[in-house]
């Protein structure tokens, strides 16, 4: 059995990978609506009454502006998309770069400065560093990407450098290196796409990390600035809830926590059916 029709048929044992997937699935789907303007296009319209009860017109009633909440939840869904892969790929693909030069050129200084560069990252606390790059960016709408991206790499950095590290020894890459193949050449044609099971897991961990981290920094008001996500209602919701209004509450917690539980879940179902160990059974 190769190794696709393994990691597939590990995932199609997996009910929770399974369920997971589905989940991820339906959002993708609502994302791509409201990308293409099917839906989700009213979100900042101010059409109906101040705290109007869900009902035909609005489902999950209004907010205080009289903002249709589900128009708005069904519009961060879009946000999310966009904020979770932007930061996932570019985090992922950087983490991928220096990680495997430093895997490569172990030990030397190339290492080193990976390293150095690594540990002063976490060094600092993550939400700290995060919001004090967004505050120091604020007003520019790729402020909060680069704070994540700078920060989400170090993980997959160390993963692919420990890869690399083992992978440089095995015959087909000394073979590589007898013929006399350049060194870039030999990291991308067949050392980096041995690591493809390391991306794919920390790109799904990284696509959640970026989707909560947006919520708190758009709740402090360091995040989203033109349009509208589930932190920014979360935000709106707590003059809401003490009104005893809980609409807008209610939808964006319970989208997002949908959403990142079925990320969870995929993300676990494909660690597991990468596991070497699965693949030994």
Known sequence: M????????????????????????????VAMAVWLGLIGQDWSAADGARWETPGPDHWFGTNILGQDIFERAIYSVRTAFEIGLVVAVSSTLLGALLGALAGWYSHSWVDGAILWLKGVL??????????????????????????????FWTTTGRLVRAEVMKLKTREFVLAARTIGLPDALILGRHVLPNTIHILLVQASIAFVAAIKTEVILSFLGLGVQDGVSWGLMLAESTQEVLAGHFSNFLAASLMLFALLMGFNLLADALQDAFDPKQASQ
């Not at 990978?17 to 339906?26: H, I, K, Q, Y």
């Open 122 to 151: 976490d060094s600092i606390p993550f939400y700290l560093f995060v919001a004090a790059v967004a505050f120091a960016l604020q007003g520019k709408g790729w402020a909060m990407h680069v704070a994540m991206i700078a920060t």
């Open 2 to 29: 190769n190794a696709e029709r393994r990691i597939w048929g590990q995932l199609r044992d997996d009910p929770a990978g399974l369920a997971g997937l589905v989940v991820v699935g339906l959002f993708l789907l």
